[in-house]
T-cell receptor
Framework: DTAVSQTPKYLVTQMGNDKSIKCEQN?????MYWYKQDSKKFLKIMFS???????INETVPNRFSPKSPDKAHLNLHINSLELGDSAVYFC????????????FGEGSRLTVL | GQQLNQSPQSMFIQEGEDVSMNCTSS?????WLWYKQDPGEGPVLLIA?????ELTSNGRLTAQFGITRKDSFLNISASIPSDVGIYFC?????????????FGEGTQLTVNP
C-alpha cells in the first residue's frame, strides 16, 4: 500500500523530447508537491497544489507544466528536455497546505542524454 | 529567499560512535524538521520541533529547536550501519499568507561496521 507513488522510477531520454512523470497519493491529503533533487542532493521545491489549485510556482522554466486532475494526482510534464533537467524528481503530499509533515514518493530519476 | 546552512556536508564514522549535525538560518522559523533519505528512496520525517528550546527524542535520535529560532541540531547516539543516508533539516515559517518548507543541503552519513 504505497502512500505516494510515482511512475516511472527511471526515465532516460534524448534532449528535445517531451516526457511526463505521474504521481498519485492514497492518503486523502489536500496538498501535493513536486521537488527537484540535483546531483548535489539539494531538494528544491518546484510546485505545490492544494485541492487542484496551484499554490506555489517557484522560478521554474515554463517548459515544466504541472497538472492536477484531482487532489489525489499531480503530474509533471516537461517539454523540450535539456541536459540540465537531469535530476531526481520527488512528488510529496501533506494533509493540508502548510502541513509540516511531507510524505515523499520514491522519486523518478530523469536522465537526459 | 530563506537560506539554510547545514553542516557537516558529509561524515564518515565507525559503528557505535555518536553523530551530531546542525542547521542554521538567516531567518527565524516556527517549525524545524529533520528528514532522512535512504539510498534510492524519498525523504522520511524523523523528528518535528514546534517550539523554541524544545528538545525531542525518537529512539537514538535527539533534536533541539534553538532558542533564537534560527538553528537546530540532530544527534544520533550509538550509530549502526542502517543509519547510513542523507539527513536533511527543514525549516518552516507559517504565516497568514501560507507556508513552505525550506530544506538544508543535507548531511551524507556513512557508517563503517
Amino acid at each position: 500500500d504505497t502512500a505516494v507513488s510515482q511512475t516511472p522510477k527511471y526515465l532516460v531520454t534524448q534532449m528535445g523530447n517531451d516526457k511526463s512523470i505521474k504521481c498519485e497519493q492514497n492518503l486523502g491529503h489536500d496538498t501535493m508537491y513536486w521537488y527537484k533533487q540535483d546531483s548535489k542532493k539539494f531538494l528544491k521545491i518546484m510546485f505545490s497544489y492544494n485541492n487542484k489549485e496551484l499554490i506555489i510556482n517557484e522560478t521554474v522554466p515554463n517548459r515544466f507544466s504541472p497538472k492536477s486532475p484531482d487532489k489525489a494526482h499531480l503530474n509533471l510534464h516537461i517539454n523540450s528536455l535539456e541536459l540540465g533537467d537531469s535530476a531526481v524528481y520527488f512528488c510529496a503530499s501533506s494533509h493540508f497546505f502548510g502541513g509540516r509533515r511531507l510524505f515523499f514518493g520514491e522519486g523518478s530519476r530523469l536522465t537526459v542524454l | 529567499g530563506q537560506q539554510l546552512n547545514q553542516s557537516p556536508q558529509s561524515m564518515f564514522i565507525q559503528e557505535g560512535e555518536d553523530v551530531s549535525m546542525n542547521c542554521t538560518s538567516s531567518s527565524i522559523f516556527n517549525t524545524w524538521l529533520w528528514y532522512k533519505q535512504d539510498p534510492g528512496e524519498g525523504p522520511v520525517l524523523l523528528i518535528a520541533l514546534y517550539k523554541a528550546g524544545e528538545l525531542t527524542s525518537n529512539g537514538r535520535l535527539t533534536a533541539q529547536f534553538g532558542i533564537t529560532r534560527k538553528d537546530s541540531f540532530l544527534n544520533i547516539s550509538a550509530s549502526i550501519p542502517s543509519d547510513v543516508g542523507i539527513y536533511f533539516c527543514a525549516g518552516q515559517l507559517v504565516e497568514t499568507s501560507g507556508s513552505r518548507l525550506t530544506f538544508g543541503e543535507g548531511t551524507q552519513l556513512t557508517v563503517n561496521p
